[in-house]
């Protein structure tokens, strides 16, 4: 009950009670129950407990609400409560679809691992084992970057007749990612001997493959083909890839003639186009660009922590001191949900002009208005501090990273771990490896896991400084490809 709006006078006070009396038993309207489930991390509830309260309250809860919260929650990579969704609607005993099995199967991958995954198609009926469950287990076998296994899988597949146009195309990834692009030809090719159509997707792996073998007239062959046998399928995916690939050869002009034809047919309220945009613009240096697309996306969509992350992150790489600080700040007098990547993106800048004073203001305001985790915010420091040998500084910030999060939860970066050893061998006699250990065993970090810590930061090109790499660029509007 709110006491501060109640008006003095006994008849008014009771007739105030007695109102809010009824409102209490018959409350506004309720979120909705993904809005509910959207806020899990939040409340601290459990997706059972969340469900079972919206079913007391007399909500009636579909199959199709189930799906497309799982589908919603998947998109923004909340696995785990869309996979203890997927359990509810097995222990509710709710009929599951041949692709809800699939779906099951993916999240247990993701929550629980590959074995799992495998235990769980194997435990399916055989009516339940079709192409759908055999085209997910071939997705986690691509994503965990398995040759052998994904090959035997599709040819089980090409056996039972369950190719697709995606078996085709998780194959074609899978190769990218091991950086073999001439492998995504053959596939191609025996896709148009099968006579399997080829989907925008594949495409697309088809043109970066031809990128990576630094082939930019094969990539331009690709896009007249698209043209050629269904000019339907190029969406604003097709000219933005394309654009990024045009970004990283150099070729500004076609980058940019490739995104004026994504602005041509990109549809109000899709804020991902319009981050594309603002990053893609950055990659080709054009600042004008970059703040005209950030005043079209203020008018026309809900500029939300994600936008304001990648225009910041974008500011960032174009080196625009002056426009950080205002978006920044902009952000810190709008925003719904305090963001700490954005106060990272902040610091980052700050510290890479050497302006460390403003950096530490900015995050002693965020250890004010956020629990964090701010690791990798500390992490800046550490480096920033190592490079101006202000050790004991640096310690203060590594320790804390090391104390706030819960064990198992953090190990330092091959960024840090490098910095931290080149002090050592530069401005100690101390034997760095095993000052490193000591520090990390009192955080009771096992043997292993020194040896994995220090292991990556072996194998890492160079130490990246705080003043070369920003760890929280946008470009992540691509990294599904």
């Known amino acids: 009950m709110n006491f501060s709006r109640l008006i003095p006078g006994g008849g008014r ?49 579909g199959k199709s609400e189930l799906e497309k ?77 398995m040759l052998d296994k994904a090959l035997a899988h599709f040819n089980t597949m090409d056996e039972l007749g369950y190719l697709t146009s995606l078996s085709f195309t998780n194959l074609m990834t899978l190769y990218m990612k091991l950086g073999q692009p001439l492998k995504v030809l053959d596939l191609v090719n025996d896709m148009k001997q099968r006579k399997i159509p080829m989907t925008a997707f594949a495409y697309i792996v088809w043109m970066n493959s031809c990128a990576e073998l630094n082939d930019l007239d094969g990539v331009e062959s690709v896009y007249e083909e698209m043209g050629r046998e269904d000019e339907d399928k190029i969406n604003w995916t097709t000219y933005s890839n394309l654009a990024a690939i045009y970004v990283k050869a150099g070729h500004f002009e076609k980058a940019e003639l490739m995104l004026k034809k994504l602005e041509e047919i990109v549809r109000p309220q899709e804020r991902e186009t319009y981050h594309c945009l603002l990053s893609l613009y950055g990659g080709t240096g054009n600042v004008k660009e970059v703040y005209r697309v950030w005043k ?45 990547r954005l106060v990272g993106v902040a610091v980052f800048a700050y510290l890479s002009q050497n302006m460390e004073e403003e950096a530490v203001l900015i995050f002693e305001e965020a250890l004010k208005r956020c629990r964090g985790p701010f690791y990798r915010i500390r992490e800046m420091f550490v480096v920033s501090l190592l490079e101006k040998r202000q050790f004991d500084g640096a310690m203060t910030h590594l320790e804390t990273a090391l104390s706030d999060v819960a064990d198992g939860e953090y190990c330092p970066s091959p960024q840090v771990v490098s910095a931290l050893l080149k002090y050592y061998k530069e401005e100690t006699d101390l034997d760095g490896v095993e000052e490193l250990c000591k520090i990390l065993r009192s955080h009771n970090f096992d043997e292993s896991r020194i040896k994995t810590c220090i292991a990556a930061s072996e194998s890492s090109p160079e130490t990246h400084s705080a003043s070369k790499e920003d760890p929280d660029a946008a470009d992540h509007v691509h990294e599904n490809l």
């Open 69 to 145: 919260c799982v589908q919603e929650l998947r998109k923004y990579r909340r696995f785990q409560h869309a996979f203890e969704i997927m359990e509810w609607m097995v222990m509710r005993k709710i009929n599951f679809s041949w692709n809800n099995y699939a779906v099951q199967l993916d999240l247990v991958s993701k929550v629980k691992g590959l074995i799992e995954a495998e235990n769980y198609f194997n435990s399916l009926s055989s009516p339940a084992k079709n192409k759908y469950t055999y085209g997910s287990l071939l997705n986690c076998y691509c994503k965990e970057l």
């Open 13 to 61: 006070l009771l007739r105030r009670l007695c109102t809010e009396a009824t409102v209490a038993e018959y409350p506004k309207k309720k979120p909705n129950l993904y809005k509910r489930l959207s806020e899990l991390e939040k409340t601290g509830e459990s997706v059972s407990q969340t469900l079972n309260q919206y079913i007391m309250g007399g909500k009636a809860v």
């Open 296 to 340: 079209t996306l203020k008018t026309v969509s809900p500029v939300t922590n994600k936008s304001y992350l990648i225009m910041l992150s974008t500011l960032r790489r174009l080196n625009d001191m002056e426009g950080i600080i205002k978006i920044f700040k902009e952000w810190e007098s709008r925003h719904v949900s305090y963001d700490t």
